[in-house]
């Protein structure tokens, strides 16, 4: 059973260019979360996605920030614009669609490692 | 919005020694998590605790769910130079949080051989 897949592993940006990163659940996972890591932090919250739905997008910047969970496909974040403060790791999490237990146990992708020259 | 205090911020061992962390919450948590993250990968689930009080174990991990829920600790018996990382607690709120976990800030675990 493959674990969360995150592509690209690393990307590179300039200032003002779109940023997007893509996440595939684990199979049978119904529940995608994003989290941002900045160098020696925890990983922040950022969004709890359900396919076609934003459910909790409580930890997204207001601005130039999106993500999308498709019917079909993987999961999308997307940073328009960027700025050098959006270098960081861009981490993705899927959990099983049982609600009662297992939508709180996260299994993490690799991660993307974004930096915006 | 809720915070987690994770301690000690880092750790340097010997090989053989026995090894504790602790996350402490301003706030109720309903399930605890531990993770490690080694250099340039994602967290990796090491053991999740759902209920007050709850003594879990994975191999030579222990970790337990604090009885106010506001607290968990992880112990490491026996380290050995792979348990070199960084190893992360994680809360979850529960209600209107549904998927948010929060983390603490990490404790950084050198194991010397």
Redesign the interface.
């Known amino acids: 059973n493959a674990g969360?897949m995150?592509n690209p592993r690393h990307l590179v940006r300039r200032r003002g260019q779109e940023a997007r990163l893509r996440c595939s659940p684990m199979k049978g996972h119904s529940?995608v979360?994003w989290?941002r890591q900045l160098p020696?932090?925890?990983?922040?919250?950022m969004v709890?996605l359900q396919k076609e739905n934003i459910?909790?997008e409580?930890?997204m910047p207001k601005e130039r920030f999106s993500a999308e969970f498709p019917k079909e496909g993987p999961s999308i974040l997307r940073i328009q614009q960027v700025v050098r403060g959006d270098s960081a790791a861009y981490?993705c999490?899927s959990?099983p669609p049982d609600f009662y237990?297992d939508?709180?146990?996260?299994?993490?992708?690799?991660?993307t490692?974004l930096l915006v020259l | 919005g809720q915070q987690l205090n994770q301690s000690p911020q880092s750790m340097f061992i010997q090989e053989g020694e026995d090894v504790s962390m602790n996350c402490t919450s301003s706030s109720i948590f309903n399930t605890w998590l531990w993770y490690k993250q080694d250099p340039g990968e994602g967290p990796v689930l090491l053991i999740a605790l759902y209920k007050a009080g709850e003594l879990t174990s994975n191999g030579r991990l222990t970790a337990q769910f604090g009885i106010t829920r506001k607290d968990s600790f992880l112990n490491i018996s026996a380290s050995i130079p792979s348990d070199v990382g960084i190893y992360f607690c994680a809360g979850h709120g529960g209600g209107t949080s549904y998927g948010k976990l929060t983390f603490g800030q990490g404790t950084i675990l050198t194991v010397h051989p």
């Open positions: 969360v995150q529940h979360y989290y020696e932090e925890g990983l922040k919250f709890y459910i909790d409580s930890g981490f999490a959990s237990f939508a709180e146990t996260q299994y993490f992708g690799p991660g490692r």
